[in-house]
């Protein structure tokens, strides 16, 4: 079965700073699609970046980028430069071929300091 | 162009009754799903649909839950009986299609209160 695994439940940055939220993942298929996604206590869920398990390199979205490592089975989230409209709930979550379901992990909360 | 939007954004109900919830997905998009998320949680799958047809319904926690998309496009999300358990927010999710590359976009979801 498809698991994700988030260890941190709360990660605080300094405002200007990188911050890399973790998430661990586990499938038998050797075809899946990992994603972030972004929950501001408003509650809406806000997409942020994919990251395909053929793709070659580590996908990049503005401020975001994937820290993918296949091997070790781990998609980490880099935020640089954060800012303080980045505290929010960060969510991985991944599907595979044997369903259509985004699996989710339990989520990182992740609070900027000015 | 619109997102996906959900109606009602909050829904107090009493333990007992009938609830409807409704999702209108990004237009032109086949794929939509329901999830639901409890306190602390993150978001966990109910029921998808590809076109009218629901092609999984295997997260419907009981048969209180039923789900239709009679055209292909607007979703409505039915429980029976509704029991505190389940107090949550519902979200709605949309896809271009159902492949694995395929982003679901969310709407902003329904707080369901069941007293």
């Known amino acids: 079965a498809q698991k994700i695994t988030q260890t941190q439940p709360g990660m605080f940055v300094q405002e200007k700073e990188a911050v890399t939220l973790d998430c661990t993942y586990d499938?038998?298929?050797?075809?899946?699609?990992l994603f972030w996604y972004k929950q501001p206590s408003s509650g809406e869920m806000i997409f942020l970046i994919y990251?395909?398990?053929?793709?070659?390199q580590n996908a990049t979205e503005g401020r975001y980028s994937l820290n993918f490592q296949k091997a070790r089975k781990s998609a980490n989230l880099v935020i640089s430069a954060s800012q303080l409209g980045d505290s929010a709930m960060y969510f991985c979550?991944?599907?595979?071929?044997?369903?259509?379901?985004?699996?989710f992990g339990k989520g990182t909360k992740l609070s900027v300091i000015p | 162009g619109a997102g996906v939007s959900q109606t009602p954004s909050n829904k107090v109900t009493e333990k007992g009754k009938y609830v409807e919830l409704r999702c209108d997905p990004i237009?032109?998009?086949?794929?939509l799903y329901w999830y639901r998320q409890s306190l602390g949680q993150g978001p966990e799958f109910l029921i998808y649909?590809?076109?009218?047809?629901?092609?999984?319904d295997s997260g419907l926690p009981n048969d209180r839950f039923f789900a239709v998309r009679p055209e292909g496009s607007v979703s409505t999300l039915k429980i029976q009986r509704t029991e505190r358990g389940d107090s949550a927010v519902y979200l709605c999710?949309?896809?271009?299609?159902?492949?694995?590359?395929?982003?679901?976009?969310f709407g902003p979801g329904t707080r369901l209160t069941v007293l």
């Open positions: 979550a991944m599907r595979d071929r044997r369903s259509y379901q985004l699996t």
């Open positions: 499938t038998s298929d050797p075809s899946y699609g």
């Open positions: 999710a949309s896809s271009a299609s159902s492949g694995i590359t395929d982003t679901q976009y």
């Open positions: 649909f590809q076109g009218t047809g629901a092609a999984d």
């Open positions: 990251q395909g398990s053929y793709d070659q």
């Open positions: 237009s032109g998009h086949t794929a």
